[in-house]
């Protein structure tokens, strides 16, 4: 492989931009050593920096495979207990990005936004891969979020925290329908 570049700064207000003219058809390296995530904080957190690393290969003029792997340490809050958690990423990822034929944007545009992961359609030849990585961030996040698979929750009537302690009330199980009214109305 011909490494030719390993990028791993930008300048203030400024996203990772990598036009297709400067990628190799027989691949050339980046690196993100931090992936900006504005909205860090609101759904989740983070330990350190979310990194990337990727090889960008140029397939023809309109096409480039992505190759890369994306690391981070999420902090997350569970749905049962309400405790903060470690969530690790360390995920492989594998993208075509595909400047589509003017005459068939639509068409594609349609495609696309039916959940094709894969392919990622671009208005122009330049890809922003902190937006690819930051993306793929949020990909990685669970649907449910549990600290652990067997978590018990808190008590609905009494807000006991069921993993480290027990309580004396009339025990509705946790995962019950109305544990979760119960647990609303307290609210
Ligand atoms: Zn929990
Ligand atoms: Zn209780």
């Not at 390296?29 to 090889?55: H, K, M, N, W």
């Not at 696309?112 to 949020?138: C, K, M, N, W």
């Not at 449910?144 to 067997?150: E, Y």
């Amino acid at each position: 492989m011909n490494v030719l570049q390993a990028r791993t700064s930008r300048g203030a207000g400024e996203t990772l931009k990598v036009r297709f003219s400067e990628i190799s058809s027989s691949g050339s390296r980046y690196e993100i050593s931090e992936i900006p995530v504005p909205e860090a904080g609101r759904d989740f957190g983070l330990y350190v920096p979310a990194q990337a690393t990727c090889v960008l290969t140029r397939k023809s003029a309109t096409r480039v495979l992505l190759q890369g792997r994306l690391r981070a340490e999420m902090i997350l809050v569970c749905d049962r207990c309400a405790a903060d958690y470690r969530h690790a990423v360390d995920n492989n990822v594998q993208l075509i990005l595909e400047v589509p034929d003017a005459s068939h944007w639509q068409l594609r545009e349609i495609e696309y936004s039916r959940g094709d992961l894969d392919t990622i359609a671009l208005r122009e030849p330049v890809i922003h891969l902190d937006d690819i990585f930051r993306q793929q961030l949020y990909l990685a996040l669970p649907v449910k979020r549990l600290c652990t698979v067997d978590c018990r929750g808190i008590c609905p009537c009494c807000g006991v925290d069921l993993n480290i302690a027990t309580c004396r009330c009339s025990r509705v199980p946790v995962s019950s329908p109305f544990a979760a009214l119960a647990a609303l109305k307290k609210k």
